[in-house]
């Protein structure tokens, strides 16, 4: 089978960190053709130091080039998800886009309707869902042995990580704060072990008191003036069949830890913590806990770019695909609008 030719719109920090390492690393099943930034000179020094043939300031001009991509790993900032994944489905092209799905529901319902209509792949990069860990608990779930899983705890928070750089705190390019930027990913992990289905009833609190005050920053120090998102959410999401999910997420919250990123799992035979994997059961009428302190350490990105190229080919595979996409991203707005106080304000 010859190889896909890949391009990357969007040449920042995940482009370089993430997407690169694991195309290269898949040589033998994809070829990066293209790049394309908004200025040509970054695109071109990009393209030169990752040994990529074609540079451009704009896709138009890569769409109509001789060497047409057929897969875009789209990089771009939240607010041009839509943009750039709509045009490359119209241009023929499997799309694997970084989180959010969008900046609210109707972006992803047109982005997931449009590559069926078009017959194309198109992915998100939640790529914790390739964790071994995750992995394990998955296949526990597979087997039944968590029973029905009824609630379900899921964390990203962070002590005082609002970033110091780019657009974190910019509510026209971000969508959101916490919840669109670290909460989804726990999200993604947590409707997986519900089979991602549809809640019925969500609510949901944002906060910015942090934010909007300043202070001491682990993740650079931020302009409260410019912050325009919230700093907290927390929410509770709640399914027809009586299971539900409690989600919290934060980029500034007066916790323990510098950091936290989990997700505890209560099933009526067994439950479960992804970080570090332990599963809380009964064994022969006594309660028992098991521990993974052998588990081998993975490259999750690599997995989760091979696991869109199967998904690309036609095989088996656990990518977050463009219709659970649709459902987490509408959860998502779900959320930010039942956190709007009732008497409007702000
Ligand atoms: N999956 C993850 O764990 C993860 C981690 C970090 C970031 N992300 C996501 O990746 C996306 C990008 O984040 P980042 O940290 O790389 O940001 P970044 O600011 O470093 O990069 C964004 C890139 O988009 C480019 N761009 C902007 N407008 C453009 C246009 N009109 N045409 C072409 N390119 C354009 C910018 O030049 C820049 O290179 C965000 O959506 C973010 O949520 C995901």
């Known amino acids: 089978m010859s190889r896909f ?3 990357i719109i ?11 390492p694991a ?3 898949l040589r033998e099943e994809v070829e990066i053709i293209a790049v394309c930034s908004r200025d040509l000179t970054k695109a071109r020094a990009f393209a030169d130091k990752h040994g990529i043939a074609l540079a451009f300031d704009n896709t138009a001009d890569m769409y109509n080039s001789d060497l047409k991509p057929n897969l875009i790993i789209n990089c771009t900032a939240n607010n041009l998800h839509h943009q750039f994944t709509m045009q490359a489905l119209e241009n023929d092209c499997h799309v694997i886009c970084e989180k959010p799905p969008g900046m609210n529901a109707r972006e992803a319902r047109e982005m997931a309707d449009l590559a069926k209509q078009k017959g194309k792949i198109l992915a998100y990069n939640f790529q914790r869902r390739q964790t071994p860990e995750y992995a394990l608990m998955a296949k526990y779930l597979e087997e039944g042995k968590f029973g029905e899983i009824y609630h379900i705890k899921a964390t990203y928070l962070r002590r005082r990580g609002i970033p110091g750089w780019g657009n974190f705190t910019n509510k026209s390019i971000q969508g959101g704060g916490a919840l669109i930027d670290l909460g989804v990913h726990v999200l993604d992990l947590a409707l997986g072990m519900l089979n991602y ?8 609190n944002t906060y910015d008191f942090i934010g909007k005050a300043g202070g001491k920053g682990l ?5 409260p003036a410019k912050f325009e998102v ?17 989600l919290s997420s934060s980029f500034a919250l007066n916790m323990q830890e510098a950091e936290t990123v989990n997700l505890e799992v209560f099933g009526s035979k067994a439950g479960a913590v992804l970080h570090p994997l332990s599963i809380f059961t009964e064994v022969e009428g ?15 990105q690599l997995l989760n770019t091979k696991a869109f190229l199967d998904a690309c080919s036609g095989k088996q595979s656990n990518i977050c695909n463009a219709e659970q996409g649709a459902i987490l991203q509408e959860i998502v707005e779900k959320i930010y609008q039942s956190a709007i106080p009732s008497d409007g304000a702000p």
């Not at 289905?197 to 949901?204: A, N, V």
């Not at 993740?219 to 302009?223: A, R, V």
Request: charged fraction near 25%.
């Open 230 to 246: 919230e700093d907290a959410c927390f929410a509770h999401i709640s399914f027809p069949y009586n299971a539900s999910i409690s």
């Open 10 to 20: 969007g040449t920042g920090h995940i482009a370089e960190q993430n997407h690169v």
């Open 197 to 204: 289905q549809k809640p019925d009833r969500i609510i949901g």
């Open 5 to 7: 030719k890949a391009a």
């Open 286 to 300: 006594e309660l028992a806990d098991i521990h993974f302190p052998h588990m081998d350490k993975t490259d999750n």
């Open 219 to 223: 993740k650079g120090s931020w302009d």
């Open 23 to 25: 195309l290269k690393a």
